[in-house]
């Protein structure tokens, strides 16, 4: 039988060769893959690596079946880490207080986040202006961390605001209906809340205090599995394939994760612009020169400064670098 191109093309995708297309390209079977459970929350940066890995296949090709679950936050997975019920879980920068407090440890970096923001109601135009005002605030987020940041700066604590703890999706009813002056935040709930009032105001965000302090959100694997150094290698394989795919074709990694949240792509788009996104390489000489420690180190001391934590541990005792780096 000739085999022409198409021929050849069909035989490749039914394996009539005795070879799988799966096979071919480096998959592992399925009755040889680990089986992790992984959480991640419903915005970009929080779901883009996992929706692009399952979209592409990566989980698949690196010897993984993933079962995902979604969170509102990073804290909420940590518990779940610390209960059993997860393996592996997405974290911003606003909750890296638990890995720095020996509650979970860091695999990887995800991005480098500009997604915070310290936003008011009209006619509030300066941090100085929210002394005695409602400001809403996720707690032990990274729009809480902003937050103590921007008060510090502006000579202010957080005795001088009136603090009410909320989670996001309340912020945005909160904040449209007045019912607090300010809040910490982050896109797309920023968009959201400017859907509403278009003429409210940001008063700071992460970039205004770059490079002094880093905003990395991460991955981190619990207690128990971070012992199983194949396993934590494997997920670190999908998220730098998956990590350079997003770098590399935004649009598309726009497009994929909004069809895995089942929601525009608008929003997702604008987020996906409000962060540094280096490649996995650079991530692997920033973590072997001591950079991504130092980024670490820097947040855990801030957090001991605002009283969140006593005694952080040092960024080598919870980031695993040297499975990251190979």
Do not use: C
């Amino acid at each position: 039988m000739a085999i022409t191109k198409r021929t050849l093309v069909k035989a490749l995708g039914t394996g009539i060769f005795g070879v799988s297309l799966g096979i071919m390209t480096g998959a592992a079977s399925s009755a040889d893959a680990d089986n992790i459970r992984m959480g991640y929350i419903a915005d970009y940066f929080g779901t883009s690596m996992a929706a692009i890995a399952t979209e592409k296949g990566l989980w698949e090709k690196h010897g993984l079946k993933a079962d995902l679950k979604v969170f509102t936050n990073g804290p909420i997975q940590v518990q779940a880490l610390g209960a059993g019920s997860l393996d592996f879980a997405y974290i911003g920068p606003g909750a890296l207080w638990l890995p720095a407090s020996g509650k979970a440890k860091i695999i990887a970096v995800n991005a480098l986040g500009y997604t915070d923001r310290v936003i008011a109601q009209p006619g509030i135009e300066t941090i100085a202006d929210l002394k005695g005002k409602k400001v809403g605030v996720p707690e032990g987020t990274s729009g809480d961390m902003l937050l103590r940041l921007a008060l510090e700066r502006a000579g202010l604590t957080l005795d001088d605001i009136e603090v009410v703890r909320m989670d996001p999706s309340t912020i945005v009813t909160a904040f449209g209906s007045g019912q607090v002056d300010a809040a910490g935040i982050w896109y797309p709930f920023v968009e959201v809340i400017r859907n509403r009032i278009p003429d409210m105001n940001e008063l700071t965000s992460n970039e205004d205090f770059f490079p002094d302090v880093a905003f990395p959100s991460s991955f981190i694997v619990s207690d128990a599995m971070s012992g199983n150094a194949a396993v934590v290698k494997k997920v670190n394989a999908v998220i730098k394939e998956a990590l350079d795919f997003r770098r590399d074709n935004m649009n598309e990694a726009v497009a994929i994760t909004a069809k895995f949240l089942n929601v525009p792509e608008g929003p997702l788009a604008k987020e996906a612009k409000l962060a540094k996104l280096p490649s996995s390489k650079e991530l692997e000489d920033l973590t072997r020169d001591g950079k991504v420690d130092a980024w670490f180190d820097t947040l855990a001391r801030l957090y001991a400064d605002f009283g969140k934590i006593k005694d952080p541990l040092p960024a080598k005792d919870f980031y695993l670098s040297d499975l990251y780096a190979e």
